[in-house]
C-alpha cells in the first residue's frame, strides 16, 4: 500500500491515457507512481470519437459535456480510473477528463500543457475504441514532451531496478540523458549508459555472422565514437545528479536488441527522439519502434526540444513512489 502524495504542486501535470483496458490500467497505476514522485497532478485523459447528431447517449453511459458535442462515457470508467489512482495520490491531485475526436491526435495536443504523456500499448476497452496499441506509437513519435509507453505488466513497481538511456553516437540526445538522470536520481537507481555500435547484420567489431573477416577501420570507429557519446552522457548526468552511480556500456551489437536486451534489466528504458521537419521521430527510426513493440520495460521517449524538456525535470521534491 503506498502512502498518498502530498497537495500537488503548481508543475504541469503527468497526463495518462485510460480508456478502461489491463494495459491502460497498469499505464495509470504507473503515472500515478511518477505523479507522486514528482507531487504533481495526474490527468487521466479518454477521447472518444464524437456522438452523431440527434443520436441519444446509451443507457449506463454519462454524458460530458463539450462544447457543440456530446460525448458519452462509461461511469464506471470513470470511477475505476479515479479508485486506481487513490491508492496513492489525493483526491485533489487527480482530474478525470474526457475530449471528443481520435485518441492519437488529442493526447499530442495534450502533450504541449504535460511534463509528461503515459499510455499502454494495447487497448480496446470498455470505451471500444483504439485508444492504445498504434495509439502508443503515434504519440510517442509526435507529442512535444517525453512520453512513457507502459508495456504488460510492470514488475518493478517501487522502481529497485536501473534506469537505461540508449545514446546514439551520431546524434546523441541530451533532453533523454537529463530526464534518465533525474528519473534514476528521483529513485535511488543507477543510470546504465548504452550506445550500441554494430550495424545490422554484424557482430562485436565488424565480425559477419557468415564468417570470421578482418575488423574494419569503419567498425573500430564507430566503437570510439560510441565509447565518447558515453562519456559525454556521463559528464551530462552528474550535472543534473553529481553524486548518481552511471555504468557505461558499448556493446558490440545492433542497437535494437542490445537496449531490447537491456530492458529485461532495466526498470525504465530512455530513449532520444529527433526532429524531421515538424514533427519527431522515435530515436533511430525503426530502432525506436522496434524497442516499443519489444522492451521489456517501460520505455520513455524524450523529444529533442531540449529547453521544453529540461523545464520540466527540474524540482525533485521528496521520493515517494
Known sequence: MHAQASTPTGAPPIIVGYDGSTSAGTALEWAARAAASRSCRLEV??????????????????????????????????????????KVLADDAVEVTSVVGEAAPAFVRASERAQMVVVGNRGHGALGTA??????????????????VVRGTVDDPDHRRPVTVGVDYLEPSPAAVRLAADLAARWAVPLRIVSAWAQPGQGALGLSHLGVRPVHEGARARQDLARAATLEAAGQARRVAPDLAVELLTPGTPAAPALEDDSRRSGLLVLGSRRLGPLERVASGSVGATVLDHASCPVTVVPSCAAHTAGRVTGRGDRTG
Open 45 to 86: 485523459l479518454t477521447a472518444l470519437p464524437p456522438v452523431p447528431e440527434g443520436m441519444a447517449a446509451p443507457i449506463g453511459l454519462s454524458s460530458s459535456v463539450v462544447p457543440g458535442r456530446r460525448h458519452p462515457v462509461p461511469e464506471s470508467v470513470l470511477e475505476e480510473a479515479r479508485l486506481m489512482a487513490a
Open 131 to 148: 485508444l492504445l496499441g498504434s495509439v502508443s506509437s503515434t504519440v510517442a513519435r509526435h507529442a512535444h514532451c517525453p512520453v512513457t
